[in-house]
């Protein structure tokens, strides 16, 4: 398998067997999120969307872009979306993504790499540190907005 598996731009004419292998992993079918993210996110500067492939069948893919100066932060690189076929995990597709979406990366002048994952995502977890990522300098924040006291706001259009 490693010898066949490439690791290369996603086409237009991937977003079904992405949109298709995302389904198998969520147990969601999500079409036009994919269509969406493919005019985001396909071939344009400054973001990336791979995909692994042998024999013709995507078997991962991996998408980011660079984010410049959020809450202070110099130009870097995020990773929002990565998904490996379950049926061939632990045969490096997804550590071949990764690199590649991180060469990419650095070739465009990145030096730092992040992510943000569920808590109780073990699955991704293991494979980020597995990767060499660990806790960041940012703690993410939120809150429900139905729960929220946000009092009466006027904003003008």
């Known amino acids: 398998m490693d010898d066949d598996l490439t690791v290369r731009v996603a086409e237009a004419t991937d977003i079904a067997a992405v949109g298709g292998l995302d389904a198998r ?3 969601l079918a999500k079409p036009d999120y994919w269509r969406g993210t493919f005019a ?4 344009r500067p400054d973001r990336y969307f791979l995909v692994a492939e042998t024999g013709g069948r995507v078997l991962g893919f991996i998408i980011g872009e ?3 100066w959020e809450f202070g932060s110099p130009p870097s690189g995020w990773i929002f979306a990565i998904g490996v076929d379950p049926e061939h995990r632990l045969k ?3 550590s071949r993504l990764f690199a590649a979406v991180c060469r990419r990366m650095g070739e465009d002048g990145v030096r730092t790499v992040r992510t943000m994952l569920a808590r109780d995502d073990a699955l991704n977890m293991a494979f980020f540190r ?3 990522m660990m806790g960041g300098p940012f703690i993410q924040l939120e809150m429900g907005l139905a729960s929220a006291r946000l009092g009466a ?4 259009a």
């Open 25 to 27: 992993i969520t147990g």
């Open 40 to 43: 985001r996110y396909g071939a």
């Open 66 to 68: 660079v984010r410049a």
């Open 92 to 94: 490096k597709i997804g």
């Open 130 to 132: 597995s990767q060499g």
């Open 153 to 156: 706001v006027n904003v003008k």
